[in-house]
């Protein structure tokens, strides 16, 4: 009998990796990208996105071992001695970013302590990876002989996924209670709620995900003016006017800290930005694959 449980325990086990590792196919097709319920939005425009695949879980601590360990690849976080890391009672100080007071500066913070030096990811084997920067996630998806999605594909793939009810975001009044109805205060083993209508775990809530784009403050304006290559990201360079002197790019689908009164970034057609040299406890990633 000990011998079955032991033998089902690994099959379970080395069904969920493969699992990890599947890509969905996303059949092409026309959408518009935006939306009206955004007041300050930049303008719709519509696309033609042609077929790719995606990952159906965003990209897991363990997965991200198995890269590091056979590529002694070191992330930006680890080069650089630490990273940001969420504390809902931190006030400003030195350590903190201005107008987001919650986030601290901790030495020792990366992907294999996510909370700091002391921490570690053991028992959070499925838990998706963070505290990586977007020259990380694309050294990983390059590892693959894939890339990360552009912010038209991923949106094209989350509003086709359909809006799961229930995801992995901050419950109550953010950043001051959060009653985690949801079974989680932090991240959630991906694949913890029910999939979309494609297949796909995770696009709202859970972690923010990279995508491919630099980030541009007018690169729907542009879009509406040219035609779009759902491959490639929309314009070539970055604008942002909160940050000009330093590169940022698009980040998709919420996290576990968005809330109701805060950033709603888990609806689908919210488009936010993250520096390019900064790593934080709720930003990891998923790669696509072309046709």
């Excluded at 009998?1 to 969905?24: H, K, P, W």
């Excluded at 097709?29 to 300050?40: A, K, L, N, W």
């Excluded at 491919?212 to 403050?217: A, G, K, L, T």
Aim: glycine fraction near 8%; charge should be neutral; proline fraction near 5%.
């Amino acid at each position: 009998m000990g011998r079955l449980v032991l033998f089902l325990f690994f099959c379970s086990a080395t069904c969920f990796a493969q699992q990890q590792n599947d890509l969905i196919r996303i059949k092409g097709g026309r959408i518009t990208i935006g939306t009206v319920e955004q007041p300050d939005a930049q303008p719709l425009f519509d696309v033609h996105v042609t077929h790719f695949r995606m990952q159906r879980y965003e990209v897991t601590n363990a997965q991200f071992s198995d890269f590091v360990i056979k590529t002694g690849y070191r992330t930006r976080a680890e080069r650089n001695g630490g990273s940001y890391v969420f504390d809902p009672s931190l006030r400003n100080d030195s350590t903190t970013l201005i107008d987001a007071p919650w986030w601290r500066y901790t030495q020792g913070a990366n992907w294999k302590h996510p909370e700091g030096i002391a921490s570690d990811i053991a028992g959070k084997e499925n838990h998706p990876v963070v505290h990586i920067a977007y020259e990380d996630a694309c050294s990983y998806c390059e590892w693959l002989g894939m890339r990360l999605p552009t912010e038209v594909e991923w949106e094209y793939a989350a509003k086709k996924n359909g809006n799961e009810v229930l995801k992995n975001i901050w419950q109550g009044s953010f950043p001051e209670y959060n009653s985690a109805e949801d079974g989680f205060e932090r991240t959630a083993p991906v694949g913890s709620f029910l999939a979309g209508k494609l297949g796909l775990f995770d696009m709202p809530g859970n972690v923010w995900e990279w995508c491919r784009d630099p980030y541009h403050q007018h690169a729907y304006t542009f879009a509406k003016k040219w035609k779009v290559d759902s491959s490639q990201p929309l314009v070539p360079n970055y604008f942002d006017e909160q940050s000009p002197h330093e590169e940022t790019r698009v980040i998709r689908g919420g996290s576990f800290l968005c809330a109701e009164n805060y950033c709603k970034g888990y609806e689908p057609a919210q488009r936010m930005r993250s520096s390019v040299k900064m790593t934080f406890s709720h930003i990891g990633f998923r790669c696509v694959k072309g046709k």
